[in-house]
């Protein structure tokens, strides 16, 4: 049998080997492991990979170098981890309808660094949301490559419904003419539409890159329409609600699979990291099961349940509630800060981010809200009765000043233990 052949000598040293040879590195893998079984991790843009994934990630196709592409290496030796790569890159183009896909980007930053090299020079202008109103740093920020070498032009959301305005993407976009434009938050809790932003991007004879790092997961259970029938390119995270390991990857038109594929080698990476690129193929193949299916609608709806909840004991959720696996949540009406909150539910064991609010009126690093998405609870196993106690003690842990926390704490262990992650290990 192939997979006995496999099995233990695979990866090499196991993790009891580990712990011998250093213990203070296994240590540290070990409490990790802890903290995240322990608390309620609702940081959005995480999830628990599969140890499907992990194996992969863990293997020694992390030894060779690949520079290159399948058939086409810079180095000897690599017509194995070309079938990694062969397969992984024939089950995203399936899995997404897409015409082509590069799995090699080391992030979703470099992911997103490999589109401008692909489609932009210095300079050109860029349509994208701001930072302030839930873009990411990669879409203009002044402290990344984005902003300092291109010249962004930003878009953000109608200060009444807190939904993109179209119309002022379509205005900024007349004016100022932009090379590329981009659709994709990292702070948004709605559905985006990409038909509409195609007819802008048509319009003007921009490039249209959609920057699905959070929801891609989303599309590929089926749960929320795709962009990739709209965009010239589409790039994402493979660590979020996709649920695979940590990395970036491109999917495009036909047209553009040379330029995406030279944006990434040898433009932005050198070689590329062959037990990711395998791990990714393995997230792919869990990703197209009808059991990851279930799990998307899940995310949604528990998204949908946490947001109602939070709502119910009296926070805002900004724009009225969300369609998708995040809830960004005013905190104003209870009379705390993001940051309060975020500190506060940390000492209670639960894990999440402060977070701006459309025209927050603090600075970033108080933050008037907090984010929170429902990707990692769900793939625990939990459900919507769990996301209305889940909110309840949100609720608990951030109006509390300190003595409630210890009590909060002990029902967050109760629940957690209930819906383990990683069962068994
Ligand atoms: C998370 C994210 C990224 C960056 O991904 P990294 O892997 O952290 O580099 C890019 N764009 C958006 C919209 C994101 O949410």
Not at 39 to 44: D, E, P
Request: glycine share 10%.
């Amino acid at each position: 049998m192939r997979g006995e052949r496999l099995a233990a000598p695979f990866w090499g040293p196991d993790f009891t080997d580990l712990a011998a040879l250093d213990p203070e590195i296994a240590d540290v893998i070990v409490d990790e492991l802890q903290r995240q079984r322990s608390g309620l991790q609702l940081i959005a843009s995480e999830n628990f990979t599969s140890p499907a994934v992990l194996a992969a990630l863990g293997s020694t196709l992390s030894n060779k170098y690949a520079e290159g592409y399948p058939g086409r290496r810079y180095y000897g030796g690599c017509e194995v981890v070309d079938r990694a790569e062969v397969i992984g890159i024939d089950r995203a183009r399936q899995l997404f309808g897409a015409d082509h896909a590069n799995l090699q980007p080391h992030s979703g930053a470099s992911a997103n660094l490999a589109v401008y090299g692909a489609f932009t020079k210095p300079g050109d202008t860029v349509l994208a949301m701001s930072l302030a109103q839930g873009g990411h740093l990669t879409h203009g920020s002044h402290v990344s490559f984005s902003g300092m070498w291109f010249s962004p032009v930003h878009y953000g959301v109608d200060p009444v419904t807190e939904r993109i305005d179209y119309d002022q993407v379509r205005d900024l976009a007349r004016t100022h003419r932009p090379r590329m434009i981009v659709a994709g938050a990292t702070a948004y809790p709605r559905l985006i539409d990409f038909a509409a932003f195609r007819s802008i991007a048509d319009e003007v004879g921009a490039v249209l890159w959609v920057d699905a790092a959070h929801f891609i997961g989303l599309v590929a259970g089926g749960a929320i329409p795709s962009p990739v029938p709209h965009a010239d390119v589409v790039s994402f995270t493979t660590h979020k609600v996709l649920r695979g390991p940590r990395g970036g990857m491109l999917l495009c038109r036909a047209e553009h699979a040379k330029a995406i594929d030279k944006a990434v080698f040898p433009m932005m990476q050198g070689g590329p990291l062959m037990h990711a690129v395998a791990a990714k193929a393995v997230a792919l193949h869990e990703a197209a099961t009808p059991a990851f299916g279930a799990y998307a609608a899940g995310v949604v709806r528990n998204a949908a349940a946490l947001a109602s909840s939070l709502t119910s004991h009296g926070m805002r959720c900004v724009s009225g509630g969300t369609d998708t696996h995040l809830v960004l949540v005013d905190l104003t009406p209870v009379g705390v800060t993001g940051k309060q909150a975020e500190q506060r539910c940390d000492a209670a064991r639960i894990t999440l981010n402060k977070n701006p609010i459309p025209n927050d009126p603090l600075p970033p690093m108080t933050a008037s809200g907090i984010r929170v998405g429902s990707a990692a609870v769900t793939t625990q196993g939990m459900g919507e009765p769990e996301m209305a106690m889940i909110g309840g003690l949100i609720d608990r842990a951030v109006r509390s000043e300190g003595a409630d926390l210890v009590t909060v704490a002990d029902e967050v262990a109760t629940l957690v233990r209930a819906f383990p992650a990683y069962p068994g290990g």
